[in-house]
């Protein structure tokens, strides 16, 4: 099976790895992170049409790991990460970030981009597990995928930050040409994996309930930092273009015997009732 996937994400940038959790486990991991996003996110009080464009994408929480002991088991689990490790081909993988994305109900697409340009990292062996904590299919906002946009090594920002990104903008891209978004339905306990390169979207929530996910970001051991836009990954732990990765902010992933410890200076101490992208902590 292993062998399947790996040769299943090398040609389409990304996969499927099904019932890699238990339902038990998921229900667990599904009120944990909706006590986190809660205890994030309780001064924003906004209705979901109050909200920017992008948010109205979905609530986005970073870096839950540093602060909800509950979490960071998942973020650090052996079996997500050992895949990950596995389709990328490396022997260590450290986190970059993991997050909520809770799309509301009601909430919009998520508009089609790439991840890696978002990131300060120069290697492009990064990799997205994403992991709902509910069936997923075309009502509630499931993923396309961009089957072999992976391959085109070319890094392309795409703003989606400030409102819906234009269909003329994306009919350029190369990366995209010829190509329809492969959507994926999900059960509880599956996790998809896409690569920083491949392009995807998600459909909106027509659904009554929110949409939870959780998802986590590994980059190859080693990799450096490939300019100096601003990240939390890397500038939290003072390291400079062209020097490795490797922090408490962004610990070794796989292989671990225990997840780590918070790091020194946790996010949401540092970062306390920032106002900007509804990103972090609270706002
Ligand atoms: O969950 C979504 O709607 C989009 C997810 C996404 O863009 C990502 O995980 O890179």
Known sequence: MAEDITSHFNEKGFVIAENLLNLKEIEH???????????RKQLDKRQLSEKTEYEQSFIQCQNLWEDFQELRELTFDQRIAGIAAKLLGVKRLRIWHDQALI??????????????????????NTITAWIPMVS???????????SGSHKVKEKRFINIFNGKVGQ?????LPQLKGLKPE??????????????????????????????VFTIIYFADGSTRGNDQFHFSVDRASI????????????????????????????????????????????
Do not use: C
């Open 29 to 39: 991991y599904k009120h944990v992170l909706k006590l986190a996003v809660k205890s």
């Open 103 to 124: 799309k509301e109900s009601g909430g919009r697409e998520t508009d089609t981009h790439h991840d890696q340009p978002y990131w300060p990292i120069k290697e492009t």
């Open 136 to 146: 997923i299919s075309e009502h509630n906002g499931h993923m396309g995928f961009f």
């Open 168 to 172: 003329e903008e994306l009919e350029k």
């Open 183 to 212: 959507y994926v339905d999900l059960k509880p306990g599956d996790v998809s994996f896409h690569h920083g390169l491949t392009f995807h979207n998600a459909k909106p929530n027509l659904s009554s309930e929110d949409r939870p």
């Open 240 to 283: 400079g273009v062209g020097e490795v990765i490797k922090s408490d902010v962004t610990p070794l992933a796989f292989p671990i015997e225990k997840p780590p410890n918070r790091p020194k200076e946790p996010i949401s101490d540092k970062f306390v009732f920032p106002k900007s992208l509804g990103l972090l902590p609270q706002d």
